[in-house]
């Protein structure tokens, strides 16, 4: 492969980045190193550099291009790891915190002077004014320092910077966002200038200025002292907040003691410890955040204080007080019997609500009995369950979270009991073994990517719905036929998209059938006629209005 070191193009809306190249006489985007683009910029030709490009690529310079829509979304950067620099458009205004994710070797990011809401400076993204640190680039190794005037240090803003050993905090910082260190897995120490007004530092660790908040535990930072497992911490006794991910990936303690100083214990605060096996919540704890303990796969029990008014724990399940919400199911945990093939549980009777992220990650369990009493499902409260194979779903519930058992990949079958008004976003996405499933009567909507990338071979939508969702059968390979109801009034243009294994459909009690291409011209055909009646109903509607 010839390396084209530097191209530049100039793109138009009728032009798109992946023909300009083409036009331009280069057959392989992987070639280039160097990128400048003018023109119009659009999601489809970031998402064209984050796919074609994302190892090869060095330097990326949008400074004079029109981006449409004016913003930089999730993910637009995801694992571009050969990115080294980037300038960025005077016409950007809104940029995701997660668009630079895991993009490991950017080093400098470059904003347009002309731009009215971003700077730069020394290679970091700033707000306009300077006063906010929004990112600094994940390529960043050693020790780094805050510039002085930095009043904020935004969310998420080194995240990832998995090089950096050290931090240092100038006197101007007074605010913090959400888990600005998420992923700095080198990280020694943060240190806060003595003279800083609002945070201080001890060993290393992070606190607000009176020690009654731990913010941040460096993520490779040495234990305070020694287990027969490893290391170990104890939260100082004046603390009253863990904050949201003061501990995340500290996968070097095995150990943590929770005072009975501490009142709040934030989201994400243990999120991704490995080496955690047991922690005990004390007395004083009022609320506990979601996602505390994800990821914490070596934790076997959680274990509650007695006389916690907030929270219990059984045989080291986390629930409320009153064991009507089960909170956390430690991922380390071996269910309360063997069947033939893995771990079960069985949900105690008085339980109404499976809390986000309730067993999220439990791969070793393979059966799940939820009892009658069970109204809500919340969003994740599955998710990841690798060796989940069988779950009962009782007449009770009526409400599944979105991405509820998403990624659940050994699932084979579900039946959804009617009692089941809303299945939200992505419930069952990612469920590879999922072949069969059937659709309460009650269901009004399937939502986005609600089904996608499963193994279903054969669906059929009951009379209640009416809308079919973006993306919900997307890559359903193995569907080869689909029953649509009249019920259903619209159909988004990629709800079947990537089904390529279709060759059967059944709309309103009419049977086509032949070659996958056949049935998506079908398909396709009456999402344009349904579209064209919504339309006419939308301005017969605006006529009654006016």
């Known amino acids: 492969m010839t390396a084209n070191t530097n191209v530049s193009v100039r793109l138009t809306p009728t032009l798109r980045l992946k023909q300009a190249l083409e036009k331009a006489g280069i057959k392989d985007p992987a070639s280039i190193t160097g990128l400048t683009i003018t023109g119009t910029l659009t999601e489809d030709d970031f998402s064209f550099i984050c796919e074609k490009m994302n190892e090869t690529l060095q330097k990326l310079d949008f400074g004079n291009a029109e981006v449409e829509e004016r913003k930089i979304s999730k993910d637009t950067f995801n694992r571009c790891n050969g990115l080294i620099s980037i300038t960025i458009s005077y016409t950007v205004h809104s940029i995701s915190f997660w668009a630079f ?13 002309d731009n009215p809401v971003y700077a730069s400076e020394n290679g970091l993204l700033l707000s306009r004014d300077k006063t906010v640190l929004i990112y600094c680039p994940g390529g960043r190794k050693g020790a780094f320092v805050i510039p002085e005037g930095v009043v904020q240090i935004g969310t998420n803003a080194f995240s990832d910077s998995v090089g950096l050993t050290s931090i240092m905090i100038p006197k101007s910082v007074i605010d913090i966002g959400k888990e600005p260190f998420r992923n700095c897995h080198a990280l020694t120490s943060i240190t806060a200038y003595s003279v800083n007004p609002a945070f201080i530092s001890v060993n290393g660790i992070l606190f607000n200025k009176d020690k009654d908040e ?3 535990y460096p993520a490779k930072r040495q234990g305070d002292y020694t287990t027969d497992n490893g290391e170990g911490y104890t939260v100082p006794s004046n603390v009253v907040k863990i904050r949201n991910g003061a501990f995340s990936h500290c996968t070097n303690l095995v150990s943590i003691v929770i005072p009975d100083s501490v009142k709040i214990i934030g989201e994400s605060a243990f999120e991704g410890c490995f080496g955690l096996t047991s922690i005990e919540i004390p007395k004083s704890v009022t609320e506990i955040g979601e996602d505390t303990f994800s990821y914490c796969k070596a934790l076997t029990s959680i274990e509650v204080h007695p006389k916690n008014h907030a929270y219990t724990s059984e045989n080291g399940v986390l629930f409320n007080r009153d064991k009507t919400g089960l909170i956390r199911y430690p991922e380390g945990r071996i269910g309360d019997g063997l069947t033939d093939i893995g771990d079960r549980y069985t949900v105690p009777n008085k339980v109404v609500k499976i809390s986000n992220g309730a067993f999220s990650g439990c791969k070793n369990l393979t059966s799940v009995t939820i009892p009658d009493s069970v109204v809500t499902i919340e969003e994740r409260a599955f998710e990841g369950c690798s060796g989940l194979i069988s779950v009962m779903l009782p007449d009770s519930v009526s409400e599944i979270g979105c991405c509820a058992f998403y990624n659940c990949t050994g699932l084979a079958s579900i039946i959804i009991p009617d009692s089941a008004k809303k299945i939200d976003d992505c419930a ?104 064209k009646i919504n339309d006419k109903d939308v301005s017969k509607s605006n006529e009654i209005k006016s």
């Not at 994710?101 to 002077?113: A, D, E």
Request: hydrophobic letters at 40%; aromatic letters at 6%.
């Open 214 to 216: 731990h913010v941040r």
């Open 428 to 531: 069952f996405m990612d469920c590879k073994a999922l072949t069969a499933v059937i659709l309460p009567l009650s269901l009004i909507k399937i939502n986005d990517a609600l089904f996608g990338n499963t193994g279903l071979s054969s669906i059929n939508i009951p009379d209640s719905v009416t809308e079919i969702g973006e993306m919900a059968f997307y890559d359903c390979t193995d569907l080869k036929s689909v029953t649509i109801p009249s019920s259903v009034k619209k159909i988004d243009q990629y709800a079947f998209w990537g089904c390529t294994g279709l060759s059967s459909v059944n709309i309103r009690g009419e049977i086509v059938e032949g070659s996958p291409d056949d049935i998506e011209k079908v398909i396709d055909q009456y999402i344009a006629e349904l579209d």
């Open 101 to 113: 994710i895991i993009c490991n070797n950017l080093s400098t990011i470059s904003v347009h002077p």
